[in-house]
């Protein structure tokens, strides 16, 4: 939980070599079907890696488990080890709601809790127990709005609905709500794929941003969008790794086979 | 699956240029036609629907609204010290104080039968509707008392005309000069009928005149009571539990086959079940609304695990999705989250299991809810009837009277009936609107 405190929007914490995230020997079974094999990855911190690859590829099974989401399907197990911070996240005396404090997440589609703009961002603080004051309260809703690009739009409507925002805003909100809780990784499965051109340019401007602060991992089906936002790519294949590295070498100059065929559009 | 996947590609292969214009336009026009068909068969359903409705409402008002006013009959009864002991009232001589005040009305009778024939003109329980008044107001002691009291069965028949005059005499249950008498009553004025508040405020008689829903109404909000009290928070935590929580395995897979089977389990073994063991194993007492709400709760809580089961199925999963993605933990998750959406959908079907329990007759006939009971339960532990038990009472019973109360009995319990479904929709859509 230090960790959390120290790591504040505005006090960026100074970029260690060490890497985040690190998976090593990362399978994940679905019942009988192993959806993902024997997957090592680092990400980088303070950086944006984005997992691309064709539908079914397993890159949404690897970033969820990340924050051991996939513990909430039954039938998922998960082997390997997969470490934050050189801590084993899959560790038996880990709080699983501490970790998702501290790796938050934004889904596909826009999912605002069907309450209020200000309760929305206010809930992680609330059931983390972040603040001790209304007014620190206040103070970390408005800092994450702003953060989030949000705060000119809402300042004046905290008390409405936020599934009353249109679709752009209500993803702004979700990640608004996603680092409220400060957290040290934002994982971010295909944040853009439900909103329109306009809406996914301010999406990812917002995510360049939040790279000074924050480790992101995004999942994308879009391959200018990782072009774009990220710093890494990592190109995953039938539940494989095929290939990691520099976001440029893999666009412009890709060692594997495959990697070159997905992102020239051959296969996909 | 090859032959029709086949078929209309060989159709496609034809093309439409191949056929006629003339046959496409048969076609169109049989398609067109089916469907009008379709919406026709439609409305006559809904038509028909509505039209037996109809005719059952207005077979019930057209038997049970003269049961709403009642024939009362204003006498002045002279309360002498004679007959009645200031120092104890109770123990007064009510029989003659009636006599009396019936006498001064009408002229002298002849014998002992007329005078008793005469009597028969105001209700059986005058005696204590006059006691009674008097010990309320011991100050007309020796002065005169004037009470409306409700006309007998027979007379008030006999003023709704479903007694009719024409009959002959030996065929009729008022006698030629008991009608006089009643004219008499009538040229004087003293003859009203005035709305039958008795029908609410008085507990069961064997006198339909004076006989009224009060206890089977309180009988059946306190066994609604205890059955809202046992389902509603046992029906809910058992479908979170089974929605949210449960494995999905063999034993879960059980558990929901035998619920549903439940909800499809008729009535009256409910009632045997509730005879069994509450009263014979348990020994509760017998007739009582905690027996009837616990009996009661047995057949709704498989309704309500249902509707909860489903209100928490139509919750979005991204809703929980975001909650675990928060670091909200499971508990967190179903209380913050999932129930208050799914709040409106598990009080509607709570209201409308509740209204089916209201409704239900068989297994309170088994528990002893039918007895005879002449005044409104105090508690869920002392014996009483229910509003439908009290219908089977009535429509049980030889005298006129009941006959029309049994309608007016039906159309009350609609009339609640009505009531918590109005809740139920009203709750829904002011919950609803609420995000």
Avoid at chain 1, 202 to 218: G, K
Avoid at chain 2, 92 to 121: F, H, K, N, T, Y
Avoid at chain 2, 317 to 324: K, L
């Amino acid at each position: 939980m230090q960790q959390i405190a120290a790591i504040t929007p505005d006090a960026p914490a100074p970029a260690p070599a060490t890497p985040a995230l690190r998976g090593e020997k990362v399978s994940v079974h679905y019942g009988a079907k192993q959806a993902l094999f024997d997957v090592d990855l680092e990400v980088g911190r303070n950086a944006v890696t984005s997992l691309i690859g064709p539908s079914g590829c397993g890159k949404s099974t690897f970033l969820r488990c990340f924050n051991r989401m996939n513990d909430t399907i039954a039938a998922c197990r998960v082997s390997g080890r997969i470490t934050l911070d050189d801590e084993d996240i899959y560790d038996r005396n880990l709080d699983v709601v501490e970790l998702r404090a501290r790796v938050g997440m934004v889904f596909q589609k826009p999912n605002p809790f069907p309450k209020s703009i200000f309760d929305n961002v206010a809930y992680g603080p609330r059931i983390h127990g972040l603040f001790r004051t209304k007014e620190e309260l206040e103070e970390i809703v408005e800092a994450s709005l702003r953060r989030a690009g949000l705060w000119s739009e809402v300042k004046d409507r905290l008390r409405e609905p936020g599934t009353g925002l249109s679709g752009g805003q209500q993803q702004r909100l979700c990640i608004a709500r996603a680092i409220a809780t400060r957290p040290e990784v934002l994982l971010m499965d295909e944040p853009c794929s439900a909103l329109d051109p306009i809406a996914t340019a301010v999406i990812e401007e917002l995510i360049d941003e939040l790279r000074e602060n924050f480790t992101i991992v995004i999942v994308t089906h879009s391959m200018q969008q990782a072009a774009r936002v990220s710093q890494k790519t990592a190109f995953f294949h039938l539940g494989r790794l095929v290939e990691e590295g520099l976001t440029e070498d893999i666009f412009t100059n890709p060692v594997n086979r495959q990697t070159q065929d997905y992102i020239t559009g051959r296969i996909g | 699956m090859s032959s029709m996947t086949d078929a209309p590609l060989s159709d496609a292969v034809a093309g439409p240029a191949s056929v006629p214009a003339d046959e496409r336009a048969l076609r169109r026009r049989r398609r067109n036609a089916a469907d009008r068909r379709l919406r026709l068969y439609g409305i006559a359903a809904i038509a028909t629907a509505i039209g037996l409705l109809a005719v059952l409402l207005l077979t019930l008002i057209a038997g049970g609204y003269q049961a709403f006013v009642q024939t009362h009959i204003r006498v002045d009864f002279p309360i002498s010290a004679e007959h009645v002991d200031p120092a104890d009232p109770a123990a007064g001589d009510w029989r003659s104080v009636v006599r009396d005040g019936l006498q001064a009305l009408l002229p002298a009778a002849a014998s002992p039968a007329e005078q008793r024939a005469m009597g028969q003109i105001l209700t059986n329980n005058t005696q204590f509707i006059v006691r009674n008044a008097v010990i309320a107001n011991p100050s007309v002691i020796g002065g005169t008392l004037t009470v409306e009291v409700p006309a007998a069965d027979i007379f008030d028949q006999l003023n709704k005309g479903t007694i009719r005059r024409d009959t002959l005499e030996e065929n009729r249950r008022v006698t030629d000069a008991q009608i006089r008498w009643f004219d008499t009553l009538v040229e004087q004025g003293r003859v009203s009928t005035p709305f039958n508040w008795a029908l609410f405020f008085n507990a069961d008689s064997r006198f339909p005149e004076i006989a009224g829903l009060a206890g089977a109404i309180t009988g059946s909000f306190y066994a609604l009571l205890v059955c809202f009290l046992i389902s509603f928070p046992v029906g809910i935590a058992a479908a979170i539990w089974l929605e949210e929580f449960a494995p999905k395995n063999r034993w879960t897979d059980l558990v929901e086959v035998n619920i549903n089977n439940l909800a499809a389990v008729p009535s009256i073994v409910f009632g045997l079940l509730g005879l069994a063991v509450f009263l014979n194993f348990f020994g509760l007492p017998r007739s009582a609304p905690l027996v009837g709400g616990l009996v009661l709760a047995l057949m709704t809580l498989p309704t309500i695990i249902i509707v909860t089961r489903n209100a928490l199925k139509a919750v979005p999963p991204s809703i929980r999705e975001a909650g675990y993605g928060m670091g909200a933990s499971p508990q967190q998750v179903v209380l913050h989250h999932v129930l208050p959406l799914a709040l409106p959908g598990i009080l509607t079907g709570t209201i409308i299991g509740l209204a089916q329990a209201l409704g239900e007759t068989a297994p309170l006939l088994l528990i002893g809810m039918n007895a005879f009971i002449t005044s409104p339960p105090g508690g869920v532990l002392e014996a009483s009837t229910a509003l439908p038990t009290q219908i089977y009472i009535w429509a049980d019973s030889p005298e006129r009277g009941f006959v029309a109360r049994t309608s007016a009995g039906i159309l009350v319990l609609l009339g609640f009936l009505l009531i918590m479904n109005a809740i139920a929709i009203f709750l829904r859509q002011r919950l609803e609107r609420r995000w």
